[in-house]
């Protein structure tokens, strides 16, 4: 197959583009370096779904307050364009990681597939400590000199910029008038 002669983008097409999210953990994070980009892909895929299941979560949501996604592999060759065995690899190492559980609920019935919160882990692979910080039940209520001492012993701790990296997230290409013209984004 050769080269295609493609025209050049103009601004306003650019603007109504559907976009898929890959979290920024799944590529930056080393403990996720031996997934496939394919299998981040997928992933993304999912939680593109799993926040459509979280609208209809009388539907999407089992006994336990766990979300799942129903996903044939069917539907995941159709959307990656990718072979049955490509994607049952993918699916594998998603589950051989943690990302998702399959729960196969019986015969004619499809499976159900959890997505598990990859941000509950370190780059170590552990659960980060989880700190509660409260205000000393001695402590008065006006002693923020106190409270400021106690905030700054917590400087060990590598805070995750996860506010920071939001802003990435806004819209860039927003109309002039600023409306979204109701087109996705």
């Known amino acids: 197959m050769g080269k295609f002669e493609l025209e050049y983008m103009c601004p306003r097409p650019a603007k109504g583009y559907r976009y898929l999210s890959v979290p920024k953990e799944l590529l930056e994070n080393p403990i996720f370096s031996r997934l496939d980009y394919g299998a981040i892909i997928l992933f993304a895929k999912m939680l593109e779904r799993a926040s459509l299941s979280a609208q209809h979560e009388d539907k999407f949501t089992d006994e336990s307050g766990r979300l799942f996604i129903i996903y044939t592999v069917e539907q995941m060759e159709k959307d990656l364009q990718r072979s049955h065995p490509t994607v049952i690899k993918f699916t594998k190492q998603l589950a051989d990681i943690g990302l998702i559980k399959k729960v196969h609920q019986g015969q004619g019935k499809p499976t159900r597939i959890y997505i598990k919160d990859f941000t509950s882990v370190d780059s170590d692979g552990q659960k980060p400590l989880v700190v509660n910080v409260r205000k000393s039940e001695d402590l008065i209520s006006s002693s923020q000199e ?17 506010e920071l990296e939001n802003k990435d997230l806004l819209p860039s290409c927003l109309p002039e008038d600023g409306a979204s013209e109701g087109k996705e984004i």
């Open 146 to 162: 106190t409270e400021l001492l106690d905030v700054k012993n917590l400087s060990s701790i590598e805070l995750n910029h996860k």
